[in-house]
């Protein structure tokens, strides 16, 4: 007598099923295994991903850096120039001064010329933010002054103060372009 025929007919039905239905189960999880690795990326192919990421940032920051850098270059070479452009008409008008004062006797309209064009070109410079430092008189104070040389003071009000402004100091928009070179009282 075989196995089979003492099993009843339904048992042997049902040991088939479960045994595919295992079958299908372990399938199923092997399929979801391979799902799993082919989703889930080696440590090689996570350090290649991330090393290209950088590879891709890195290069990003050195454009900007190039970029910006050429932009600050441009902006200083350029930066005068709208300076310049309004001293052009100071320019011509010492050129026309130069032209006309070979023919010129009078020198009073000479100096009148001078003082028109002089005139002209410190208006220019106040409007671009130029201020001359008023030192006479003041305290001294090495933040805007540059002593050149101590002498006695004429008075006792004059010492540790400016007795003489040699060279007239500036601000541009309150920030010191040149120091005033001064003597001072002792």
């Known amino acids: 007598m075989s ?10 039905q049902d040991q088939e099923m479960n045994t595919q239905e295992e079958g299908q ?3 199923t999880k092997t399929a979801d295994d391979q799902d799993d690795k082919a989703v889930e990326p080696t440590l090689e192919e996570q350090l290649a991903e991330a090393n ?10 050195e454009n900007f850096r190039k970029r910006t850098n050429k932009e600050k ?8 120039s709208g300076v310049l452009k309004d ?7 010492f050129e026309r001064a130069i032209a006309n004062n070979a023919s010129l006797n009078d020198t009073d309209a000479l100096k009148e010329g ?12 106040e409007n671009k933010g130029l201020k001359e430092m008023e030192a006479k008189g003041q305290v001294f104070d090495s933040e805007i002054h540059e002593a050149i040389a101590n002498i006695p003071a004429p008075s006792d009000d004059l010492k540790g103060k400016v007795v003489e402004d040699v060279e007239k100091g500036y601000l541009l928009n309150d920030k ?11």
Do not use: C, W
């Open 87 to 93: 001293m052009l008409p100071v320019l011509d008008d």
């Open 73 to 80: 270059v441009d902006l200083l070479s350029h930066a005068s």
């Open 52 to 61: 290209n990421k950088f590879i891709r940032l890195y290069a990003e920051f």
């Open 176 to 186: 010191v372009v040149r120091f005033a070179k001064v003597v001072v009282g002792q």
């Open 3 to 12: 196995k089979n025929q003492n099993i009843p007919q339904e048992e042997i």
């Open 25 to 27: 189960m372990e399938a």
């Open 114 to 125: 001078f003082q028109l064009i002089y005139t002209k070109f410190k208006s220019i410079l």
